[in-house]
T-cell receptor
Framework: AAGVIQSPRHLIKEKRETATLKCYPIPRHDTVYWYQQGPGQDPQFLISFYEKMQSDKGSIPDRFSAQQFSDYHSELNMSSLELGDSALYFC?????????????????FGPGTRLTVL | ELKVEQNPLFLSMQEGKNYTIYCNYSTTSDRLYWYRQDPGKSLESLFVLLSNGAVKQEGRLMASLDTKARLSTLHITAAVHDLSATYFCAVGRSNFGNEKLTFGTGTRLTIIP
């Protein structure tokens, strides 16, 4: 079965540079989530999108922005990179429940992008 | 603010033994998840627990949920080396169909032959 695709898988940047991470959800999934996992840490929720609209926001720095496009893929843009931004960035996708209600779908995680800031 | 705590943080156990990982959370939750993560790899969903008293089993792993105690457990039976990994519990809070996950601190499990 098709899984969540993330690119690039590895990225090395210098301080103060910018980076763009891409996420392609599982086909038919309309909801995308971004998480950041620092070394030895648990994943932290950054932001989520449903039908191209931001649906929730977590501990995402102002230097970061994200969007979801018409084909449901999402991009996380990171500017003025700092050493502390070095982490694994995961994208997860799910299918939103029907309009009349129901529990959210399980989130399926991509392989992650390992960002190293030097 | 929701807090999710796991214990132990590190667990080293011999093959064939049984052990339990505990996950406590501070406020009401909608759903409780258990994930497995191998070093440098993605998060693999193991269990989703929806209601009080829910119990799910897959192979040597069994998860349970007590919403009144705000406690979930992951029980390992007759551990084998392949189960060595980091295990995370995560609490899901729904928001208009989306679900924000708050993860526990993780338990790094090492199975010794």
């Amino acid at each position: 079965a098709a899984g969540v695709i993330q690119s690039p898988r590895h990225l090395i940047k210098e301080k103060r540079e910018t980076a763009t991470l891409k996420c392609y959800p599982i086909p038919r999934h309309d909801t995308v989530y971004w998480y950041q996992q620092g070394p030895g840490q648990d994943p932290q929720f950054l932001i989520s999108f449903y039908e191209k609209m931001q649906s929730d926001k977590g501990s995402i720095p102002d230097r970061f922005s994200a969007q979801q496009f018409s084909d449901y893929h999402s991009e996380l843009n990171m500017s003025s990179l700092e050493l502390g931004d070095s982490a694994l960035y995961f994208c997860a996708s799910s299918l939103a429940p029907p309009m009349w209600g129901g529990p959210p779908d399980t989130q399926y995680f991509g392989p992650g992008t390992r960002l190293t800031v030097l | 603010e929701l807090k999710v705590e796991q214990n132990p943080l590190f667990l080293s156990m011999q093959e064939g033994k049984n052990y339990t990982i505990y996950c406590n959370y501070s406020t009401t939750s909608d759903r409780l998840y258990w994930y497995r993560q191998d070093p440098g790899k993605s998060l693999e969903s193991l269990f989703v627990l929806l209601s009080n008293g829910a119990v799910k089993q897959e192979g040597r792993l069994m998860a349970s949920l007590d919403t009144k105690a705000r406690l979930s457990t992951l029980h390992i039976t007759a551990a084998v080396h392949d189960l060595s990994a980091t295990y995370f519990c995560a609490v899901g809070r729904s928001n208009f169909g989306n679900e924000k996950l708050t993860f526990g601190t993780g338990t790094r499990l090492t199975i010794i032959p």
